[in-house]
């Protein structure tokens, strides 16, 4: 029997490049919300991956952008935070797209820290030109010394053992940080607000998504019947007009986010839920750090 290795590898990248997705793959089972909105990822979640060997804790982060707002400086900030202390950083990026300015500066963050860097070439499912992939990747190489690099497909789990497999090499010994049966260091209340969150991104259009938070009121096994779990949960929006489109004609946008959130939660808690809606608005939170502290974002 070999020695057990642990070790804490940070995802990082641009928005959207499939940090949450990969995060997904690697447990095999969906802790961080996905959407194709950006900025979908806004706290630092980890993900626990434990075989009779190894634990590998992976941290998921928010994607690395120019803020606009007070919740942009916070997740940015995050993001960068979550470099300290890692074992490896795996350092997603797109193959289609050239090096820009948000993969120049984390590239510049990257320079500061000491740790391994593994660049993880995503979505190469839909990279038409091999040879523009292949321009791309010499820039980034020759921006950067990597200690490895590999193409994958998040989505289609294309090289996600090959990747997983470079990471164990790099671990060194260590201790069994979690229990071996914990997949996520975040509460469940954390996560019911994150899916609750991900089908109103899914379900609304521009105006809405990005000023949203989900605020978990209640969450309590019910008195009567104890295989049924009561939520109640507030969504904040910005403005009056946010909310009229959430809650849409006669309530029915409202009641298909519930609906479809319900789904999502009774497989994750593996209970009946009875969830219930409100919508709120407070003007402008994401400039105001009392908000963004009480929202769980500080």
Do not use: C
């Not at 996600?160 to 229990?179: A, F, K, S, T, V």
Request: proline share 4%.
């Amino acid at each position: 029997m070999g020695k057990f290795k642990s070790g804490f590898v940070a995802i990082i990248g641009r928005p959207n490049v499939g940090k949450s997705t990969l995060l997904n793959k690697f447990l095999n089972q969906k802790v961080a919300i996905v959407t194709p909105k950006a900025q979908t990822t806004r706290n630092r979640i980890q993900g626990i991956y434990t075989t009779d060997t190894e634990q590998i804790i992976f941290v998921d982060t928010p994607g690395i952008h120019k803020p606009r707002h007070e919740l942009g400086i916070t997740m940015n900030k995050t993001a960068l935070n979550s470099l300290d202390g890692m074992d490896i950083i795996l350092y997603v990026i797109e193959g289609n797209f050239p090096l820009g300015p948000a993969d120049q500066m984390i590239i510049e963050h990257l320079k500061a820290v000491k740790t391994p860097v593994i660049l993880v070439v995503n979505k190469v499912d839909l990279v038409k030109d091999e040879g523009t992939l292949k321009e791309n990747l010499e820039v980034y190489q020759e921006a950067y010394p990597f200690s490895g690099g590999i193409t994958i497909s998040a989505t289609e789990g294309f090289n996600i053992n090959n990747l997983l497999q470079m990471i164990i090499d790099r671990l060194e010994e260590g201790p069994l940080y979690y229990p071996q049966d914990q997949i996520l260091d975040q509460p469940e209340r954390f996560v019911v607000a994150e899916i609750i969150r991900e089908k109103v991104l899914l379900l609304t259009e521009e105006e809405v998504p990005h000023s949203v938070a989900v605020v978990v009121e209640r969450f309590k096994q019910n008195e009567k019947n104890p295989h049924v779990t009561d939520i109640n949960a507030t969504i904040v929006v910005e403005r009056q007009s946010q909310k009229k489109i959430l809650i849409g004609a006669k309530g029915a946008k409202i009641k298909e986010i519930g609906t479809r959130a319900r789904l999502d939660i009774v497989q994750f808690l593996g209970n009946k839920v009875y969830l219930e809606l409100f919508v709120k608005v407070e003007e402008d939170w994401r400039n105001k750090k009392r908000y963004l502290k009480e929202y769980g974002y500080e």
